[in-house]
């Protein structure tokens, strides 16, 4: 132990130790108590139990394990109490009791395996896709229900209700919480990275709001990624290519926006903003993921990024071997989004009137209609052909669509840059 603290201190330390640890914490006394809401109160009362004895006694040298330690026994405590009501809580208590040693004796390895459980857990098969993604990060992350209901512009009550709904889904279904074995984790694993990257996505270009990124969740993301190269045994290709993926996005965080928050193109940008450290690491990544021969729809985005971040400038840009990675892509994962950028890709390779083409093929089977950023691409193709009415109706429809303020003001430029339409009073 050290010397015992002052109180202001002490809270200060004992914050950043929660910022630190307490998802570590959590995922072990989930393993231990075998149910989130218990291990979540075990969570709280540990650190409450911490303010009150480290100010006496001065913080123990293994926080964490004395954390783990005293939530284990605090739950086992308030089941105890609860037994009066319920006996059945009474042999819950016995049983937890006896069935482990205590935490503070068990291997640093064992308790980082914990972590890998609770993410495999959060995103289990039979959780529904938007409950796994406010379960990752509500458990895993730590964000509170407000901060993921603003995130995902949902209201606090609905993402509430999801996470109350997953809870009892693990339960009565007795999911277990464990790391899936070699035959499962590729099946499994997938709803994983989809998570991570849907986490990503929201962070690095929200779908609504005032700013051009959330960093919060993009850095959220990119922990996870970096979490599960570092805890999966030997980590999938696919781990990987995300990883390296994010980080190569990631990378041009410094340049997406102007000081005052206006949007800046991927053409437009000064590279020289550019992260170099994430790009020199996400390029290892890659050399690793691509070296296996297994190549999945990860690790060609992450081919496609690194094609640009390896141009020292927009012009160039090796657009022929982006389409033809775009083209193996496509055959990998196909979805609309993956076809408009290749796309995009085609006509700043063959000329706009080949974009056009494809995007036009795209919209006319009505999967992208709502989606901004493909009337955006046909409005900017149009504009480059002269055909100024129609590429007018295209950015008109692409900002009525949009809910990024950034992303809308943008769209408004383009706008006014067209000019006013014949006829109309100046």
Not at 114 to 127: G, Q, S
Not at 336 to 349: G, H
Not at 359 to 373: A, C, E, M, N, S
Request: hydrophobic share 45%; aromatic share 4%.
């Amino acid at each position: 132990m050290t010397h015992p603290a002052h109180h202001a201190e002490l809270r200060e330390q004992l914050e950043g130790l929660y910022r630190a640890e307490s998802r570590r914490v959590l995922a072990t006394l989930v393993r231990l108590l075998g149910d989130l809401d218990l291990a979540e109160e075990a969570l709280q009362d540990a650190f409450a139990a911490a303010m009150e004895q480290w100010r006496r006694d001065g913080i123990p040298v293994n926080p964490r394990s004395w954390l783990i330690s005293t939530g284990r026994f605090r739950a086992i405590d308030r089941l105890r109490r609860r037994a009066r009501f319920d006996a059945l809580l009474g042999e819950l208590a016995a049983q937890l009791d006896g069935q482990a040693p205590d935490p503070a004796e068990q291997a640093d390895e064992l308790l980082e395996d914990d972590r890998l459980r609770l993410i495999f857990t959060c995103c289990h098969p039979a959780l529904s896709p938007d409950a796994q993604v406010a379960m990752t990060l509500r458990e895993v992350c730590g964000l509170t229900t407000e901060e993921i209901a603003r995130a995902f512009l949902t209201a606090p009550p609905t993402v509430a209700q999801r996470i109350v709904r997953a809870k009892a889904k693990i339960r009565d279904a007795r999911i277990p919480y464990e790391v899936p074995s070699p035959a499962e984790l590729p099946h499994r694993l997938e709803p994983v990275l989809r998570v991570v990257y849907l986490i990503f996505t929201e962070g690095y270009a929200p779908a609504a709001g005032d700013a051009v990124i959330r960093a919060d969740l993009a850095d959220e993301a990119i922990r996870l990624g970096r979490l599960l190269v570092d805890l999966l045994p030997e980590p999938e290709p696919e781990v990987l290519g995300l990883l390296a993926l994010l980080l190569l996005q990631n990378s041009r965080r410094a340049a997406r926006a102007t000081a005052d928050g206006e949007l800046v193109l991927l053409p437009d940008q000064d590279r020289s903003l550019w992260d170099r450290d994430q790009i020199t690491e996400a390029a290892g990544l890659l050399r690793r993921a691509s070296a296996s021969g297994r190549i999945g729809p990860y690790t060609l985005q992450a081919a496609i990024a690194a094609a640009h971040a390896e141009a020292p400038t927009a012009e160039a840009t090796d657009w022929d071997r982006i389409v033809r990675m775009y083209d193996l892509l496509t055959r990998a994962d196909p979805s609309p989004v993956i076809e408009l950028n290749r796309a995009v890709a085609v006509a700043m390779r063959d000329g706009p009137v080949a974009g056009l083409a494809l995007i036009d093929g795209i919209l006319v089977r009505g999967q992208l209609d709502t989606y901004p950023l493909a009337h955006a691409a046909r409005a900017d193709l149009l504009r480059r052909l002269g055909q100024i009415a129609e590429a007018r109706a295209a950015y008109q429809r692409a900002l009525a669509l949009s809910r990024q303020e950034p992303q809308r003001r943008f769209l408004g430029r383009r706008l006014r840059e067209l000019g006013r339409p014949a006829g109309e009073d100046a």
